[in-house]
């Protein structure tokens, strides 16, 4: 839905780091393990910031995984700060001394943190968390957070949780694979974007993969979106762009779902690669009837299957991806015509 491999053709995410504010990361995970370049633990008594619950192997999957499963950023370089204890549960003490240490943190070649995703949150504020907050995104720091998990589905009746609530992160909410809200995924006006966060496939500690929902599976799409946006900036300008330059990208190049413009589901909408926009297509075989974003299609005529191959007129293909194309006839009378396809 991101279209990530439209950037994959400029990078994937060479020279970015994100910074995973959560329960830890199986560091040994095959598909982490050579993004993993460090961590700490700050929780009391826990020297690892080995993953003890899983939560956060998971969302590193999603940002950087680079094996049998790639992440949205699959050449980022990924740190673990676990702030959240084997229950999931954590101190705001602790959640500080992480930005804190993010913010702080440089690398053997002087590398920095350039995104932190903050896949948690509960229903109060906090000033010195927010305070930590402000103080990380001024650094150039892009933070994501997912926008919670209280949502009713209604975007007349507010959810809060911070510290997705501060105007300073990006607040990611949840969509379902046909792009629709997901029924849990908090509404509210700092709602930015949203990502896929129902049924997300990804890592699992001892070296597993499982699918997981939540709004805790949005928020690393975005974050390796981020990771994406900042190597590819490095490379054209040799900088570092700033926090609201890479927000300003995340919320203008959304597709707009639900009411028009701006709302308190969706935010600005999906965010995607593909300026042309994103689509989710479900076909079944044998029917022309299709849906695209959860709108009804038709075939003119219906895809049909030829062993585990799904076939289809190729114009009408090339249509449902807007894709352009034009027929010419051949001019050596070896053949029929030629088709020319621009994507």
């Known amino acids: 839905m991101l279209a990530t491999r439209k950037m994959w ?101 002087g590398e920095q943190v350039d995104v932190i995703n903050m896949s948690l949150g509960g229903p109060l504020p906090n000033p010195t968390l927010h305070a930590e907050i402000i103080k990380t995104v001024g650094q150039g720091i892009t933070v994501i957070c997912a926008a919670g998990n209280a949502g009713d589905g209604n975007p007349n009746t507010d959810e809060v949780s911070y510290p997705a609530y501060y105007p300073e992160t990006v607040a990611v909410g949840a969509i379902d694979l046909s792009t629709g809200i997901a029924n849990f995924s908090n509404s509210n006006s700092s709602i930015n974007v949203v990502a896929p966060g129902v049924d997300t496939y990804s890592t699992y500690p001892e070296n597993r993969y499982i699918n997981l929902s939540g709004t805790s599976m949005a928020a690393p799409h975005i974050s390796g979106a981020a990771a994406l946006i900042y190597s590819r900036w490095k490379q054209r300008f040799g900088s570092n762009p700033d926090a609201q330059t890479v927000r300003n990208i995340l919320d203008y190049q959304a597709i707009d779902l639900g009411a028009a413009g701006f709302d308190h589901l969706y935010g600005y909408g999906l965010f995607s690669f593909d300026p042309a926009g994103g689509k989710a297509i479900r076909i079944k075989v044998g029917e022309r009837r299709y849906l695209v974003n959860n709108k009804e299609v038709f075939f003119v005529e219906a895809p049909f299957s030829q062993g585990k191959l799904v076939c289809a007129d190729i114009m009408e293909i090339c249509n449902l991806l807007c894709t352009d194309n034009r027929w010419a006839e051949e001019t050596d009378g070896k053949g029929t015509g030629i088709l020319e396809i621009w994507s």
């Open 9 to 109: 053709a400029s990078t994937r995410g060479k020279g970015a780091v994100v910074a995973i504010i959560d329960t830890g990361v199986d560091y040994r995970h095959p598909d982490l393990a050579p993004n993993m370049i460090g961590g700490i633990s700050m929780v009391s008594g826990v020297k690892d910031y080995m993953d003890d619950n899983g939560h956060g192997t998971h969302v590193a999957g999603t940002i950087g995984a680079n094996g049998k499963l790639l992440g949205v950023a699959p050449e980022c370089k990924m740190l673990a700060i676990k702030v959240l204890n084997a229950d999931g549960s954590g101190a705001i003490g602790d959640i500080n001394r992480g930005l804190a240490w993010a913010r702080n943190w440089r690398g053997p070649g």
